[in-house]
């Protein structure tokens, strides 16, 4: 930002008062030679950082209207979605940024895929502290992103639910700490290994892999579980089969969400002497 004239010449005098060799310069009347010529160099130093700050701003709009946007700008300007507010004309930012109602931005997590001809949008709202669909939401933000997307990029835009994972586990348990439903000796929670498992899923990178050693060593932190075995691991997502997890697993949707009645039904406990 260009300084003023004034702030211009008030340094170039501090700067002469410095430099022992002007010295002789003492005259403080307006009309002294030295002082009119430290004007007339501050007047012209003044219009050059005007015309910098002119070209500066003239960049940074073509910049603005031209350049090819990222993957995660796409991210971004998903997450700076406002629900019930429009967009003024001929622009991509919303007029109060952050807004004044921060319950307008209901997109907590997104993703941005690029796949053949289109780049996918992955998006999810935050329930309860828990992930969720947009649901009745998402046709305003599919129109938001298709005002906001850049020239000829075809979007394909969604917020589903989360695919389901199927788990048999078998646990081997120090008897010392739990019983022999899982359960902890001292009442603090009944179900300690599913509650494990439901943080190790909340807590991935959304749109990030779901990998078995990773539930393994999570099962391995429980207090009392002394061996976690993961017999099975399989997901499902829309109304596609089930298929199995040998790895590592991609969520179409983005995110997880255990089939409790399944695992309560396909997890088995044994007691395990210390290790």
């Known amino acids: 930002m260009a300084r003023t004239i004034a702030e211009i010449q008030a340094g170039m005098i501090a700067t002469k008062a410095a430099d022992t060799s002007l010295s002789g310069l003492t005259s403080t009347s307006q009309s002294a030679i030295w002082l009119l010529w430290t004007w007339v160099v501050a007047t012209a130093q003044w219009t050059l950082e ?27 300007m998903a997450k700076a979605y406002q629900k019930g507010i429009t967009l003024p004309p001929d622009t991509d930012v919303y007029p109060l940024v952050p807004p004044a109602d921060p319950s307008v931005l209901i997109v907590a997590y997104a993703a941005a895929v690029e796949l053949i001809g289109i780049v996918r949008i992955k998006v999810a709202k935050s329930n309860s502290g828990s992930l969720a669909k947009l ?50 000796l001292d009442g603090t929670s009944a179900t300690p290994v599913k509650d ?18 990773y539930l393994i060593k999570a ?7 002394r061996i976690g075995e993961v017999v099975t691991a399989q997901a499902q997502y ?15 949707s983005g995110y997880m969400a255990l089939d409790e009645t399944f695992f309560d039904a396909n997890i088995t406990y044994t007691a395990h002497t210390p290790i």
Not at 63 to 75: A, G, N, R
Not at 219 to 225: F, M, T
């Open 50 to 76: 005007q015309l910098f700050d002119a070209h500066k701003n003239e960049v940074a709009s073509i910049i603005s209207t031209q350049k090819p946007h990222t993957l995660q700008w796409y991210v971004a």
């Open 135 to 184: 649901g009745t939401d998402l046709p305003a933000f599919q129109a938001y992103m298709t005002r906001i997307k850049d020239a000829g990029v075809r979007l394909q835009i969604t917020s589903d639910d989360p695919d389901t994972l199927q788990l048999a586990l078998g646990i081997y348990y120090d008897p010392l700490i739990l019983d022999n439903t899982g359960a902890r």
């Open 196 to 213: 494990a498992i439901r943080s190790f899923l909340e807590n991935l990178p959304f749109n990030g892999l779901f990998v078995l050693n």
């Open 219 to 225: 099962l391995q932190s429980i207090e009392g579980v």
């Open 238 to 252: 829309g109304l596609l089969p089930y298929t199995n997890i040998p790895v590592e697993y991609l969520p179409d």
